[in-house]
């Protein structure tokens, strides 16, 4: 890291900008800006952006700022248009604001977390403009988005690499990295479910004003990009099987990607439907958290099911192909998006059998 500061300034005055477009992402570098923030040689530079100041995704800036945390720079850069098209305007907007914040800010080094394409467009504005960047998460895979392709592509524009296993570290250094370059930290996710005070079921019912019935179900469905799935129709069978099997079901609105929106309104017709299923825009972290320790299941293609879920013992069914590639703890079951497969997928993950 030191090698990528100004030596010719004294280290108190070494800048990290740190980028945050959405509130998956934001949960899980939240454990490094923490550590920005209370470090005597750097000094942390926090950028706000994407669905964070949208009162579509549930306006998660309100969070960041409530966990004590100061934007340098709020970035507003969505458009109003769920398509591919949309997504390259919002890429290309990216590319400028960021660009200009960066020099605005003279950073001396740009954090980036995961995989996102507005963290792409933000390596390559940070490339134009001179500024290194550190990644956090590279090496993985998930097959069935774009956000496979941006991810690798931040790779090759960063110098240093922060990655979650040994796996994905030789990934990186077979892509051509320098091995000296690429360290194996674990996962940041996890600081941060160690930290995180999780609420009771009676807490959390009552933060959520709603009864809990068992079995609980989770519901986290995100567009697949690069399949031509009918995520409209996939999200709609999801809904179906859970909503039949469970007594409780709390979906998640979808990210941002091209096509959230029919997924959001299949989610939202569930709702109005049946009084047992309820749609939640932004849960919070705690919250969301909390809801899978006291769960039956998690049902969906959110990467939480591969990450956090694990650690609270929640059986996962993963839909479809859109975390193919990535590793997969013991919770997880696998099934084609097609109602018998999902069926058997969500009776295999409530059994008692299934959960010893």
Not at 8 to 30: D, F, H, I, K, W
Not at 300 to 312: T, V, Y
Request: aromatic share 6%.
């Amino acid at each position: 890291m030191k090698n990528l500061l100004n030596n010719s300034a004294s280290m108190a005055q070494n800048s990290v900008a740190v980028l945050t477009t959405s509130r998956s992402e934001y949960y899980q570098v939240r454990p490094i800006l923490r550590c920005l923030q209370s470090s005597e040689s750097l000094s942390l530079q926090l950028f706000v952006s994407g669905s964070h100041l949208s009162a579509q995704f549930g306006n998660s800036l309100k969070d960041i700022e409530k966990d004590g945390f100061s934007p340098h720079e709020k970035l507003p850069i969505m458009v109003e248009d769920d398509s591919g098209l949309g997504c390259a305007v919002t890429a290309g907007l990216a590319v400028q604001m960021i660009a200009g914040a960066l020099d605005r800010n003279a950073t001396d080094v740009l954090l980036l977390m995961g995989d996102r394409y507005e963290m792409l467009a933000a390596a390559l504005a940070a490339t134009c403009v001179g500024v290194p960047i550190v990644h956090v998460h590279g090496g993985e895979r998930t097959d069935g988005v774009l956000d496979d392709s941006c991810r690798h592509a931040i790779t090759k524009l960063s110098s240093l690499h922060f990655v979650s296993t040994d796996v994905y570290r030789a990934r990186v250094i077979q892509m051509g990295e320098s091995p000296d370059r690429v360290f194996t930290v674990g996962a940041p996710l996890v600081d941060e479910l160690m930290t995180v005070p999780l609420l009771t079921e009676p807490e959390v019912a009552g933060s959520l004003k709603l009864d809990i019935e068992h079995p609980l179900a989770l519901v986290a469905y995100h567009p697949v990009t690069r399949e031509k799935d009918d995520d409209g129709k996939i999200c709609r069978l999801i809904m179906e099987s859970v909503s039949t099997f469970c007594n409780t079901v709390i979906a998640t609105a979808p990210n941002s990607d091209p096509g959230n929106r029919v997924i959001f309104d299949v989610m939202k017709a569930f709702a109005q439907k049946y009084n047992h299923v309820k749609l939640f825009t932004n849960l919070g972290s705690q919250r969301f958290l909390s809801l899978m320790s006291c769960a039956e299941l998690m049902i969906g293609n959110s990467s939480s099911g591969i990450h956090e879920a694990a650690s609270f013992k929640l059986p996962v069914v993963n839909v479809g192909s859109r975390q193919t590639g990535r590793l997969r703890p013991l919770n997880v079951v696998d099934c084609e998006p097609e109602v018998s497969s999902i069926n058997k997928a969500v009776s295999l993950s409530l059994s008692a059998e299934f959960r010893r």
